[in-house]
């Protein structure tokens, strides 16, 4: 351990760095900034409401965070990194947001809910294009592939739902036993890895993926 960045948070439930390293975020009600050369702190975000996670945008204009209050809320930040103060609520899930994720060339923005739903965003208008559907059970955490074609999300029955980003269609479903906590996809391939209570599963997304439900 080289440093400690702070005492004072409640619990630092979300953390994340900015695209070109220079920032680090954290969070529990407020969201924390962190220049990381010197590690000054530059910068508190009041947001009022539990943080799960935070995500900056590639190309770093923006800081996802999604928070226990049933929104997405976007930090807007100037071109040096810094919050400008203008922050938008975007509704859309039914309870506490659990996961976000941008796709690489940042054109998706993905998020999952404990009300069971993926929620496919369209970045420029803070409108959901899509709302994915599950089985009803809480999704914990959703990833983008790296080409933006395909979207995981996993859920608290264990089960990972796959889907086609352009057509919003679930092609396959997997079912693991016990529950699923997380996903990630390959950083240039389609594979992925999910992670459970009960194992840790490495899988292919083949391009003829059929529904096995």
């Known amino acids: 351990m080289v440093r400690t960045l702070a005492r004072k948070l409640t619990y630092a439930a979300a953390v994340a760095w900015s695209p070109d390293g220079r920032w680090a975020a954290a969070a529990d009600t407020d969201v924390v900034l962190w220049e990381t ?17 935070l995500s900056f945008a590639p190309d770093g204009s923006r800081l996802i965070a999604a928070t226990s209050s049933m929104e997405v809320r976007v930090i807007h930040l100037d071109p ?74 996993v859920s608290m029955d264990g089960t990972a739902h796959l889907w086609d980003t352009g057509t919003a269609v679930e092609v396959c479903r997997l079912r693991v036993d016990g529950h699923l906590s997380s996903c990630s996809f390959h950083p240039y391939e389609h594979r992925l890895v999910l992670g459970g209570s009960a194992a840790l599963y490495a899988c292919e997304v083949s391009s003829d993926a059929v529904d096995d439900r």
């Open 37 to 53: 050369e010197t590690w000054e702190r530059v910068h508190t975000t009041p947001l009022g409401a539990s943080v799960n996670t």
């Open 80 to 153: 040096a990194g810094r919050p400008t103060g203008r922050i938008d609520l975007w509704p859309g899930h039914r309870s506490s947001v659990s996961a976000v994720c941008w796709s690489h060339d940042g054109r998706h923005l993905a998020t999952a809910g404990y009300d069971g739903h993926v929620l496919l965003w369209d970045p420029a208008t803070g409108r959901p294009s899509h709302v994915l559907e599950g089985d009803g059970s809480a999704m914990w955490s959703v990833a983008v592939s790296r080409d933006g074609t395909s979207l995981v999300a």
